[in-house]
């Protein structure tokens, strides 16, 4: 059974700091995804990394995928109130259909 | 730009009786998969399915569950039998190839069981 753990679970800090968002494996997934979920709805495709090593950028986001493709991190440098969210990692199981496996989730407070 | 679609968005039903959730994949997307996210939990895996028949699915789908691709563009989940614990929300989701495997997901259906 594959798991992806997820930390932290909660993080509040203050606008303008850096932060990093971590997502850890003993699988190896073909590709990881990051999403974003706000309350009552669906999780919003941020970004796909699929090459092991791979770093993605999206603004004042940086997302990287592990060499060996079973982690990956988020970063966001200068956090600002609009980032507040949920943040979510899920890896694609690299059989058959490739499920996707979530992990459980980054609860993000940025305090004006 | 093309999205998922569900609907209901929410769903009150009493236990033992049957429901169907509807979703509307992608147009030119050929996979597509059913997740549940019980309030406060992970979102967790439920069936995927491709060229009409289920590819995969997870030990939560049992007996109850079942899905069907009733004509070209609909995708639905049916709970035969609903159960308090089936309460959750559900989520559509669909991805065009596999190489990459994006899934794009819909906004959800909340299933309330009482």
């Known amino acids: 059974t594959q798991l992806l753990e997820q930390s932290p679970q909660f993080l509040s800090i203050q606008e303008g700091e850096n932060l990093t968002v971590y997502c850890n494996s003993s699988?190896?997934?073909?590709?990881l995804q990051w999403y974003r979920q706000e309350p009552g709805e669906g999780p919003v495709l941020l970004v796909t990394?699929?090459?092991?090593?791979e770093v993605k950028k999206l603004k004042r986001l940086t997302f990287q995928f592990g060499d060996a493709r079973k982690d990956s991190s988020l970063h966001i440098t200068a956090a600002q109130p609009g980032d507040t969210g949920l943040y979510l990692c899920?890896?694609?199981?690299?059989?058959?259909?490739?499920?996707?496996?979530f992990g459980q989730g980054t609860r993000l407070t940025i305090n004006p | 730009e093309p999205e998922v679609t569900q609907t209901p968005s929410h769903q009150v039903t009493q236990m033992g009786q049957e429901v169907i959730l509807h979703c509307v994949p992608i147009?030119?997307?050929?996979?597509f998969y059913w997740y549940r996210q019980i309030l406060g939990q992970k979102v967790e895996f439920l069936v995927s399915?491709?060229?009409?028949?289920?590819?995969?699915k997870s030990e939560i789908f049992d007996d109850q569950f079942s899905v069907e691709r009733p004509d070209g563009s609909n995708f639905t989940l049916k709970i035969r039998s609903t159960k308090l614990e089936d309460s959750a929300m559900y989520f559509c989701?669909?991805?065009?190839?596999?190489?990459?495997?994006?899934?794009?997901f819909g906004a959800g259906t909340r299933l309330s069981v009482l």
């Open positions: 147009s030119n997307h050929l996979y």
């Open positions: 899920a890896g694609a199981v690299a059989q058959g259909a490739q499920k996707l496996v």
């Open positions: 699988s190896v997934f073909s590709s």
């Open positions: 990394v699929v090459t092991g090593g």
């Open positions: 399915f491709y060229n009409n028949e289920i590819s995969e």
């Open positions: 989701a669909s991805s065009d190839d596999l190489a990459k495997n994006i899934q794009y």
